[in-house]
């Protein structure tokens, strides 16, 4: 059962609609008004946090309420008990979605997607990192190498970033994530190529040859990954090991292409880069499907609205992109071609 500590910071004491929602709330502490304010604090599961915000925050525009903080609690004794109004909301949730049960708030997914879009040097450096240590896996034919590579990739918090705001029509969201996502592949793609021109590069390898090529399992694997992901971050547990799930459709193929393109092997290492695509795109949609189906969406009906927009545009973009890429790749494989000259 988790649980959430609401604290709410006013100036003053609540009055009307404000008060009357404070109090239909399990009130854990309220301390005396003086002429610095006072602050309550309700106790809340966390699936019933995001209906109690959306409230207060719509009683609260003119308000006396200064800050809202929503933090976990591990445990508390006695053991919370639901009331009447948690049984109807869980039920309604329930209706309107059937794997929403159990789902942290808008707010904190919001919060938790920030730490992971910060464009800092240790992202940077596990980026590079991550691609230097799956290089020589690559080019070594050695799996377990390879696993210690994407347990270090940050790509998980990008492209969850980018299906969230997808979902709640957070255009500023969107342009962030995919910004992060760019500087994360772009300088991992050129340091592979480096490595490429350093390295012994053998493409029939089949580490290697297994990611210049798609087909409809890449796809399953990618789709798997990004729900995997989204669940990680909707339950508010911690996301390292899905990241490298999520890892293992992205790092390896953007590796490989990187290594062959700089060892002068293009036609191999365009089919790398198509898989890349294809993950890629295959992660959000999965992403987007997995926060739509959890009843994720923008607090306001006009918002929801222009969400509900863009979200179904993302998809069916989404979607003929990858049979674009896939069609692509399919006469790729049946055609041996390749360039008459190497870098």
């Given at each position: 059962?988790?649980?959430?500590?609401?604290?709410?910071?006013?100036?003053?004491?609540?009055?009307?609609?404000?008060?009357?929602?404070?109090?239909?709330?399990?009130?854990?502490?309220?301390?005396?008004?003086?002429?610095?304010?006072?602050?309550?604090?309700?106790?809340?599961?966390?699936?019933?946090?995001?209906?109690?915000?959306?409230?207060?925050?719509?009683?609260?525009?003119?308000?006396?309420?200064?800050?809202?903080?929503?933090?976990?609690v591990a445990a508390t004794l006695p053991l919370l008990e639901?009331?009447?109004?948690?049984?109807?909301?869980?039920?309604?949730?329930?209706?309107?979605?059937?794997?929403?049960?159990?789902?942290?708030?808008?707010?904190?997914?919001?919060?938790?997607?920030?730490?992971?879009?910060?464009?800092?040097?240790?992202?940077?450096?596990?980026?590079?990192?991550?691609?230097?240590?799956?290089?020589?896996?690559?080019?070594?034919?050695?799996?377990?190498?390879?696993?210690?590579?994407?347990?270090?990739?940050?790509?998980?918090?990008?492209?969850?970033?980018?299906?969230?705001?997808?979902?709640?029509?957070?255009?500023?969201?969107?342009?962030?994530?995919?910004?992060?996502?760019?500087?994360?592949?772009?300088?991992?793609?050129?340091?592979?190529?480096?490595?490429?021109?350093?390295?012994?590069?053998?493409?029939?390898?089949?580490?290697?040859?297994?990611?210049?090529?798609?087909?409809?399992?890449?796809?399953?694997?990618?789709?798997?990954?990004?729900?995997?992901?989204?669940?990680?971050?909707?339950?508010?547990?911690?996301?390292?090991?899905?990241?490298?799930?999520?890892?293992?459709?992205?790092?390896?193929?953007?590796?490989?292409?990187?290594?062959?393109?700089?060892?002068?092997?293009?036609?191999?290492?365009?089919?790398?880069?198509?898989?890349?695509?294809?993950?890629?795109?295959?992660?959000?949609?999965?992403?987007?499907?997995?926060?739509?189906?959890?009843?994720?969406?923008?607090?306001?009906?006009?918002?929801?609205?222009?969400?509900?927009?863009?979200?179904?545009?993302?998809?069916?973009?989404?979607?003929?992109?990858?049979?674009?890429?896939?069609?692509?790749?399919?006469?790729?494989?049946?055609?041996?071609?390749?360039?008459?000259?190497?870098?």
């Amino acid at each position: 059962m988790s649980l959430r500590l609401l604290q709410l910071k006013c100036t003053s004491e609540p009055e009307g609609e404000l008060a009357e929602l404070i109090d239909s709330q399990p009130v854990l502490s309220r301390s005396e008004c003086t002429d610095e304010g006072c602050t309550i604090q309700l106790l809340l599961r966390a699936e019933h946090a995001e209906r109690v915000l959306d409230e207060l925050r719509e009683a609260i525009e003119d308000g006396p309420v200064a800050r809202l903080c929503l933090l976990p609690v591990a445990a508390t004794l006695p053991l919370l008990e639901d009331d009447e109004d948690d049984v109807e909301d869980a039920q309604a949730r329930d209706e309107e979605s059937p794997i929403a049960s159990g789902r942290i708030s808008r707010e904190e997914l919001l919060s938790d997607i920030e730490e992971n879009l910060g464009i800092t040097r240790v992202f940077l450096f596990t980026s590079l990192l991550a691609t230097f240590v799956a290089a020589l896996g690559l080019v070594r034919d050695d799996d377990v190498v390879l696993i210690g590579a994407m347990v270090i990739a940050p790509l998980l918090g990008p492209l969850v970033a980018l299906s969230l705001g997808t979902v709640l029509g957070d255009f500023s969201l969107i342009r962030r994530a995919l910004i992060t996502t760019a500087v994360g592949a772009g300088p991992s793609l050129l340091l592979a190529c480096g490595l490429g021109l350093l390295l012994q590069v053998d493409p029939s390898l089949d580490g290697i040859a297994q990611r210049s090529q798609a087909g409809p399992v890449d796809v399953l694997l990618a789709l798997a990954a990004g729900a995997a992901g989204v669940f990680a971050f909707t339950r508010g547990v911690s996301a390292a090991l899905i990241g490298v799930m999520v890892a293992v459709a992205l790092v390896p193929p953007l590796v490989a292409a990187g290594l062959q393109l700089g060892a002068g092997h293009v036609g191999p290492a365009g089919g790398a880069l198509a898989l890349f695509a294809i993950n890629v795109l295959s992660v959000v949609l999965a992403g987007v499907a997995s926060f739509a189906l959890q009843g994720v969406r923008p607090r306001n009906w006009w918002e929801a609205k222009r969400a509900r927009r863009a979200m179904w545009s993302a998809i069916l973009s989404c979607v003929l992109l990858l049979a674009a890429l896939l069609t692509v790749m399919s006469y790729l494989d049946d055609s041996d071609w390749s360039l008459p000259f190497n870098f």
